[in-house]
């Protein structure tokens, strides 16, 4: 089993290295994911996928804006994957308006099209954005 992974429905890392925490946290979740289906859980067809990109764009935030390490928290509750980025930079991420025209800054937006649900929590040295997906 990978590193972070335990047998239960939770798994953390700790991502140090923010040069290469977008592709470590896209590998992390789907280990996960795919560990979890060879257990027996349903897991949809676009399911890694659609985690890779979520916490793609949640790794992303943190590593242009944070200064510091960041930890990734999944864990599995029912048929909702729960993902949880954590970073020591205090302003929260905003969704902005649609707007095709616009380069950049899609991140959000994109996460809030495919998740449940994503909620901010302040933290007192920067901030935790948990972001709820459907196994489907």
């Given at each position: ?96 308006a649609p707007d095709p ?18 909620e901010i929590e302040p ?14």
């Amino acid at each position: 089993m990978p590193a972070g992974l335990t047998a239960g429905g939770a798994a953390s890392k700790i991502c140090t290295d923010l040069d290469g925490a977008i592709a470590s946290a896209r590998d992390f979740v789907a280990a996960f994911l795919l560990a979890k289906a060879a257990d027996g859980v349903a897991i949809g067809p676009s399911t890694v996928g659609d985690a890779r990109l979520v916490i793609s764009e949640l790794v992303t935030n943190v590593v242009r804006h944070a200064s510091g390490p960041c930890q990734v928290d999944l864990e599995l509750v029912g048929e909702v994957l729960h993902i949880a980025v954590s970073d020591t930079h205090q302003v929260a991420p905003i969704a902005h308006a649609p707007d095709p025209r616009r380069v950049g800054q899609h991140g959000l937006e994109i996460v809030l099209a495919l998740c449940e649900g994503v909620e901010i929590e302040p933290l007192p040295l920067g901030k935790r954005v948990r972001a709820r997906l459907a196994l489907r």
